[in-house]
């Protein structure tokens, strides 16, 4: 068997020692003579991991006991209507920040169901290289909440410092940075992942929503994405996807075994010092659109001289262990998702590779 490193923008590389537990837990889950795939999701073996879950995913966060954590099915994408269909109504009104493709479809929902706002946007000429500063910031102080985008998966930049919107709950969509580093939740009034990238295989969104937004949500919609359904039953209203719930539990684990975020921020910001200074130093031959200071730390997207060279790039790294270096289709290049189970050793490798790539080929 051999493992390449992965450099997957998601669903992307998981923890070797997750895997390797699942595969040799996969016939007997925690003593109950069935795999966890056979276990009812109301056996108290079921019931134990699902709560020791949420309980692990509150200590990493820091959430306080005012969060509620859902566990739901539908993606990151079916929060893009879920917020705006609880929230939105009948004379209010919600601020959207626009930093690239995902907060985009966030908008595009949310006009839907009632009246929004772009409260600042990044975009020029259908691209967005930066996050915007506070001061380019045009927020509604009587907005329900302000949307925003953590981490720009496909344009690799991520906000570094959160917007102050003067007390208007901001709400996160944190696919591709959650646990990553260390964030105060306060001014968040909901956060939400899909798991495959920093948590687990797809399959499993989590959401963290505040009780005061709770609250405010519509009892009228529609059972399943009526918010009040799952925090009411603690997210098994109906089947929970009980496999990835286990493997999300797996990978809390790990990240709490490696320090937590605050450990794990330490060596993202050393993979991307690593990595920026390999773009930085390369005399031009590598080159990130990204302004500097709203670089992504889990997504570095670069530009070789010609598409050419980074097609060669690409199959060059791909036979030489480097799995996912193609930049999204909807914007080309070169992007290497370097999430929190991608460790520092991977990212040298690769910087390795960039090295001997850009003296044979400059
Ligand atoms: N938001 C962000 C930031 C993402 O990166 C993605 C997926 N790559 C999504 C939303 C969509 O997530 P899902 O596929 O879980 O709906």
């Not at 995902?102 to 908008?107: G, I, R, T, Y």
């Not at 990553?180 to 990238?197: L, N």
């Not at 075994?257 to 590598?286: C, P, T, W």
């Not at 997207?301 to 480097?322: D, I, M, N, Q, S």
């Amino acid at each position: 068997m051999a493992r390449v490193h992965n450099f997957y923008a998601g669903p992307a590389a998981l923890p070797l020692e997750v895997l390797e537990e699942t595969r040799d837990e996969l016939l007997e889950f925690r003593g109950s003579g069935v795999s966890v795939m056979e276990t009812s999701h109301r056996s108290k073996e079921f019931d134990a991991l699902h709560n020791e879950t949420i309980g692990l995913f509150k200590e990493l966060m820091g959430l306080g006991d005012n969060f509620k954590v859902l566990l739901l099915q539908g993606g990151a994408s079916l929060q893009f209507a879920m917020v705006p269909m609880n929230l939105l109504g009948e004379g209010k009104s919600a601020d959207y920040i626009q930093t690239g493709s995902w907060s985009k479809k966030a908008l595009k929902e949310a006009k839907l169901f009632g009246t929004v706002r772009v409260a600042g946007t990044t975009e020029k000429d259908g691209v967005f290289r930066s996050i915007p500063k506070q001061e380019e910031l045009d927020l509604d102080p009587n907005a329900v909440y302000c949307h925003l985008t953590s981490n720009n998966t496909i344009f690799g930049t991520q906000w570094r410092q959160f917007p102050d919107t003067g007390g208007v709950p901001l709400v996160a969509d944190m696919s591709s940075d959650i646990l990553s580093r260390a964030v105060d939740p306060a001014p968040f009034g909901i956060i939400y992942a899909g798991a495959q990238k920093n948590l687990g295989p797809s399959g499993v969104t989590v959401v963290a929503i505040r009780d005061d937004l709770l609250e405010k949500c519509s009892k009228d919609t529609t059972t399943m994405l009526n918010y009040h359904t799952h925090a009411d039953k603690n997210s098994l209203f109906n089947t929970p996807p009980c496999l990835a719930i286990y493997i999300l539990h797996k990978v809390l684990n790990w990240t709490k075994k490696q320090g937590g975020v605050a450990s794990l921020e330490k060596i993202n910001d050393a993979k991307a010092k690593l990595i920026y200074g390999a773009i930085d130093g390369s005399n031009g031959f590598y080159n990130c659109p990204v302004e500097k200071d709203s670089r992504s730390y889990m997504n570095v997207v670069f530009r070789l001289p010609t598409e050419e060279l980074e097609k060669k790039f690409a199959g060059e790294g791909l036979a030489a262990g480097f799995l996912g270096l193609k930049g999204h289709r909807s914007v080309g290049g070169i992007r290497v998702s370097m999430y929190n189970a991608n460790g520092l050793e991977s990212v040298k490798d690769v910087v390795g590779f960039m090295k001997d790539f850009a003296a044979q080929n400059s």
